[in-house]
């Protein structure tokens, strides 16, 4: 539950807690850091949900993209044709 803490430092440690506050203020101290705990996972799942929605978002922004690009046809490109000479017209007035 601690990581490497076992049960004989827990122990250890509420034994000074319980020197350092008394026997009064330990258990809302108790109280306190619990609240303080609860309240901080709370704000990390609060912020790992909005992380998690804005990644859905960014990718079902850039599927729909690339669907729109896919169903749009490619540019026609038109290729300059030489100009073709204009023929001479025969002066006919005779």
């Not at 430092?9 to 319980?18: D, H, M, Q, S």
């Not at 609060?46 to 922004?61: D, P, V, W």
């Not at 026609?76 to 025969?90: K, L, Q, S, Y």
Request: glycine fraction near 6%; charge should be negative.
């Amino acid at each position: 539950m601690f990581g490497s803490i076992g049960m004989p430092e827990l122990i250890i440690i509420f034994v000074i807690a319980l020197i350092i506050f008394g026997p009064r203020k330990l258990p809302e101290l108790g109280r306190s850091l619990g609240k303080s705990i609860a309240e901080f996972k709370k704000a990390s799942n609060e912020l790992k949900s909005t992380l998690e929605e804005e990644i859905r978002l960014e990718e079902t922004r850039s599927s729909l993209e690339a669907s729109k690009a896919a169903a749009q046809p490619s540019p026609v490109t038109t290729v300059p044709h030489a100009e073709e000479p204009i023929p001479a017209r025969a002066d006919h007035s005779a």
